[in-house]
């Protein structure tokens, strides 16, 4: 059964302390992974996707990392306007357009 | 603007009513999509759509209909409403499958049955 697990749960940080957040997934044959971030009261933003082991992407202070089990999603120096939850995501095997997400890690930064 | 957008963003019915929940997109994507999300499952596929006229179910469809009559138009109605879809409720939208393009998800609609 494809399934996509986050951790931790929550995250609290002081500003400027780098973390990893963590998405493990079982799917066969991954198609993808996708990054999003959550604001409280709007839907899902779009940060990145990786396709294969050993793939990077960076946005401003974030960094994703793909293997072929687990992502990471690195956070370098977070700010306080950093705090959301972010979601990751994979295609499910049983079809190209069902992404199957992860309960999410909710972050906070604090000055 | 262009975008995709949701309505009501607040809706509290009772049970046992009929509801529909709207969502319209600027872009002209082929696919939609209705997801639910909920505290400790994260957000489920209800129905999607690639195109117009083609619908098909996705994770948790049963209690739901939807329709897709025009390109930017995807209603979502629940036949008869139970407590156990209260809920978020996004919209999102895509210009091509899931796997080369990402999602562009509304603000939600959050839904309460009583």
């Known amino acids: 059964e494809d399934q996509v697990t986050q951790s931790p749960e929550a995250l609290r940080l002081q500003e400027g302390e780098s973390s990893s957040l963590n998405c493990s997934y079982t799917v066969s044959g991954l198609r993808g992974l996708f990054w999003y971030r959550q604001d409280p009261g709007k839907g899902p933003e779009f940060l990145f996707t990786?396709?294969?082991a050993g793939e990077e992407k960076e946005k401003e202070r974030l960094k994703a990392t793909l293997t072929k089990k687990e992502s990471f999603l690195h956070i370098t120096a977070p700010k306080p306007e950093d705090s959301a939850t972010y979601l990751c995501a994979v295609p499910s095997s049983g079809g190209y357009n069902k992404l199957i997400f992860g309960a999410g890690t909710r972050l906070a930064v604090h000055p | 603007d262009a975008g995709i957008t949701q309505s009501p963003r607040y809706k509290i019915t009772e049970t046992g009513r009929q509801v529909t929940l709207m969502c319209h997109q600027t872009w002209s994507h082929s696919y939609m999509f209705w997801y639910r999300q909920d505290l400790g499952h994260g957000l489920r596929l209800i129905y999607y759509?690639?195109?117009?006229?083609?619908?098909d179910k996705g994770e948790v469809p049963d209690g739901y209909v939807v329709s897709r009559s025009k390109t930017e138009n995807f209603p979502l109605t629940l036949e008869s409403a139970t407590r156990s879809q209260t809920s978020v409720y996004f919209c999102?939208?895509?210009?091509?499958?899931?796997?080369?393009?990402?999602?562009?998800f509304g603000n939600g609609t959050r839904l309460t049955v009583t």
């Open positions: 999102a939208s895509s210009s091509g499958t899931t796997t080369n393009s990402p999602l562009h």
């Open positions: 759509s690639a195109a117009a006229d083609i619908t």
């Open positions: 990786l396709y294969s």
